[in-house]
């Protein structure tokens, strides 16, 4: 994609982190934005911030989870600017412990959240970008977890590799067709984010919240190390690069790429795979 002044991007999970670096990003391309996040005011708040950096941008509540919820996004996509050229699958939840653990409620949510949410709006997105005709774009953003799976990441790990089997079969299916659309899969390792206080929004409609199963000193150790990783405005102008470049695999550790390297080495051979990072 080469132009991108005066069109329109939907952004997902875009009151804050990645979601809000890569609508700021966008924003500054000139282009038309679309935010859409389930946290009301923190929302509020980013479309205020580009609006006062001299952004068009929208701020729609949306609940990922929910075909509706995605199909009223698009709606008002629609109803304000016209089209849709770029779409980024951003929004995201934390889900940790050992997968026989979880409750039915953590894996609804989890996978509701980090893989039906994309599922829903490629589905809803994608036939209105086919049929405009112009260039477009969708993102993904995955995780460094779908190719090098850690143990004890629960339901979360589960969901990326679904999000990366989505993009590629996306990615292929734009090409077989012939559609003006790239497809970019961000895989990063630790960001500096808040998604692990994602239990904030946890939703009412799925009962009372459960306990937490993280161990408590992984966690504060977690919250360490991403209070100085990578910050998400660096990864944003590597995913805006990754849309000019038509590029699908958006990785942004190479430090990761000796473990996704032995992974994909166990395959081919058939052997038992190590322990990440051992």
């Known amino acids: ?42 929302l509020k708040r980013a479309e205020e911030a580009l609006l006062e950096r001299g952004g068009d941008v929208l701020a729609v509540e949306t609940d990922v989870r929910k075909l509706d919820s995605i199909e009223n996004l698009h709606a008002k996509a629609i109803d304000a600017y016209g089209k849709v050229h ?3 699958n951003n929004a995201g939840v934390a889900s940790g412990g050992a997968l026989w653990e979880q409750t039915p409620e953590e894996w609804e949510w989890a996978l509701g959240v980090n893989l039906w949410g994309f599922a829903h709006a490629v589905r809803t997105f994608i036939p209105g970008m086919i ?33 990366l089997a989505l993009s590629e079969t996306l990615f292929l299916e734009l090409k077989v067709t012939e559609a003006r659309i790239g497809v970019s899969v961000l895989c990063p390792g630790l960001m500096n984010t808040n998604i692990m206080d994602s239990a904030r929004n946890w939703p009412e409609d799925l009962g009372p919240r459960p306990s937490d199963k993280r161990d408590p000193a992984e966690v504060v150790a977690v919250r360490e190390m991403m209070a100085s990783a990578m910050s998400t405005d660096a990864v944003a102008e590597g995913v805006f690069n990754a849309i000019r470049a038509d590029q699908l695999y958006v990785l942004t550790h190479p430090e990761y790429d000796s473990m996704i390297r032995e992974r994909m080495d166990a395959i081919l051979e058939r052997r038992n795979p190590a322990l990440p990072g051992m």
């Open 131 to 163: 049929a405009h005709g112009e260039e477009g774009h969708v993102v993904n953003t995955c995780s460094v977890g779908a190719l090098i799976p850690m143990p004890f990441g629960g339901a979360y790990n589960v969901a990326k590799a679904g999000v």
């Open 1 to 42: 994609m080469e132009q991108f002044e005066g069109k329109t991007a939907v952004v997902t999970g875009a009151a804050s982190g990645m979601g809000l670096a890569l609508a700021s990003r966008l924003a500054d391309a000139k282009m038309r934005v679309v935010l859409a996040d389930v946290e009301v005011e923190p």
């Open 86 to 88: 770029v779409l980024c």
